[in-house]
């Protein structure tokens, strides 16, 4: 067994070296491949001057994020388990929709109008969901 006489890394320092490195790769100083290895060895390591040999070609980063993204993820007004929630209601609304335009053409009249009760609900709730705050955190502001 190896012993070395370094201070020992914790998973914290871990992960934050992770995180610059996909900062460097998000700005183009590192490839899939590349960054992908350089994790695998930030993992593997046991100390704090082995996490830095990991970073010693790299150049420093400001402890700020990158380039404006900050800024663009808190300028969301939904997050975007929201936005992806409203995306799929709107696909199934519109699936639904056709398949009662099809039936109805089939029919060669109007049928019972059986989509408002696959969109209204779901619509309902997700439209009480979004402009309440409700589950999105909004909420729960007050007890922190």
Sequence with gaps: MDIT?????????RD??????????????????????????????????????????????SKEAPGGFAKAASARRYPIWQQIEASS???????????????????????????VWVIGPWGAVLAFRMLTGFESGKCHAVRR
């Design 5 to 13: 006489s370094g201070t020992r890394a914790s998973d914290a320092e």
């Design 16 to 61: 934050n070296v992770v995180n610059l490195l996909a900062r460097h790769m998000a700005d183009g100083r590192l490839d899939l491949a590349e960054y992908d290895k350089r994790v695998a060895q930030v993992y593997a390591t046991t100390t704090r001057e082995d996490l830095d040999s990991v970073l010693t070609d790299l150049p420093k980063l």
């Design 89 to 115: 209601w709107l696909g199934v609304s519109l699936l639904v929709l056709g398949i009662w335009a099809a039936i109805s053409l089939g029919v060669g009249e109007l049928t019972y109008f059986w989509p």
